[in-house]
């Protein structure tokens, strides 16, 4: 019998992405369509280009003007340095002030150069593309709008459905029994039910859990990933209930729930004697899953009574209803 651990908990993407302008500008046009599958590297937005091309050439103008006047110093510079070293034609002051000249153009040189790859940058900005594989959302902005760079208004967002990930909280007094299965390598399964509990939508594997206990609940928060294929199985924010399988019992002895009693604190139930009596019997429950339960104290193969309890009491002569003799005929297994 497996051991599992219920919950209620969210399907949350592994990735959520925003996607603001980080320029400002008019928008040309939007290549997205609502609820549309986009791969990593895919055209979402572009926003008009050309001041950010003619910064561009401006800067590429200026660093060919400095690399040349580079050129020229260091020519000048080797002129010097050879006039120096034959006759003394120039004096060592000259050759010093010749290298400082072509240090500062070398840092201008250097300067222009950032500049260039700057405004780089700042035109790539103008074509905004899906930064991974997801589902984008409803439309945000239409062609003819004019943005700001690092509004608050975001040009599209992008959520990642596969595969995707279910958020639950457990009870911090299961954490030991979970951290003890994690410690020994193994990996333990998740199942994703619907709100009903009656239908199984997925199955997935535990990812992580937090790295502290939420004091106002008394709870820790795991994470599960499931496969998501087209997004059809787990949507995001989609509320569901979760079953972490934390072990699993072998060789249980399994009754039906119905038939265990209470008394005070004990559990017992009535096992048919051969002679058709009623004997209580103690046990313990180390498990229940539906409706059925894992105990000691019964051995496989035994008849035990599931109804009728307030007819009972140990030693009490029973009839099994549907056994040899009885109304129905025939024994029942």
Known sequence: MSIYLDALG??????????YSQIAGRIDSVHYR??????????????????????????????????SLLAQARVNLTRY??????????????????????QQAEGTVQNDEGQ?????????????????DGRIGLRLVDPGNTVLANNSTALAVIT??????????????????VLTQLRGGKTLAVEVYDRTQAKQIASGTLLALDNEVDTTTG??????????????????????????????????????????????????????????????????????EGSKSAVDGIKPGETIVTSNF?????GAGIMVRGSEGAPGGGRRS
């Open 34 to 67: 609502e609820g549309q599958m986009v791969h990593k590297g895919e055209a979402l937005v572009d926003i008009d280009p050309r001041p950010f091309q003619a910064l561009l050439t401006q800067a590429q103008g200026t660093l060919a003007r400095d690399r």
């Open 219 to 288: 709870t820790v928060k795991f994470r599960a990933r499931f496969h998501n294929p087209g997004g059809t199985l787990l949507f995001p924010n989609q509320f569901v209930n979760t079953r972490l399988r934390v072990d699993t019992i072998d060789k249980a002895t399994q009754v039906s729930t119905a038939a265990i009693q209470y008394n005070g604190q004990q559990a017992f139930v009535y096992v048919v004697q051969p002679n058709h009596t009623a004997a209580v019997r103690k046990i313990t429950v180390t498990n229940a």
């Open 10 to 19: 969210t399907v949350t993407p592994e990735h959520t992405a925003n996607v």
């Open 81 to 102: 340095q050879e006039a120096f070293s034959r006759n003394k034609a120039v004096s060592e002051q000259q050759v010093s002030d010749q290298q400082a000249t072509v």
């Open 116 to 132: 260039v790859k700057y405004d780089e940058v700042q035109l790539a900005y103008c074509h905004i593309t899906a930064p991974f």
């Open 310 to 314: 307030d007819r009972l009491r140990d």
């Open 160 to 177: 990642q459905i596969d595969p995707i990930t279910v958020v639950f909280s457990v009870a911090e007094d299961h954490l030991n029994s």
